[in-house]
């Protein structure tokens, strides 16, 4: 028999015992904020090029990245980082091979290229010269007529 099991808010299970018992995690991230921002088009691959600075990662570690900085407010779906990572892959952003995580799994870990870093730099330039230029007008004191 199926029991469905809650954990921690971020986590559940869904375990059936009994012969060729097997246990099946399944994660899915929750914002804390009630209404996160959806990640607007283009910012998910300059994101995902950001976070393999350091070390190369796997997707869940991306993710995990991701969501420690943003604290909640972006929402990201797992089909849309996959995506991205298929995508800037295919750009020759991002390489990709095959390694073993902490929990003895196989994973696909990607590392950021030359030709990444240099495109994360051009494109971390002109969001902030936009975010900059956005901020300014919104901000702007409405003037009396």
Partial sequence: MALLRFDRPSRFYL???GPGAYSLQILYREARLANPLPVLRGTLDVLVLRALL???????????????RAQGNL??????????LY???RQRLISAEW?????????RYYRITTRGRAYLRAETASWLRYAQTVSAILTEPIAST
Avoid: C, K
């Fill in 54 to 68: 350091g070390d190369p990662m796997h997707g869940f570690e991306i993710t995990t990245w991701i969501a420690a």
């Fill in 99 to 107: 390694g073993t995580t902490e929990n003895n799994r196989q994973a």
């Fill in 87 to 89: 995508r800037l892959e």
């Fill in 75 to 84: 929402a990201v779906l797992d089909s849309a980082l996959y995506q991205a």
């Fill in 15 to 17: 375990d059936a015992s």
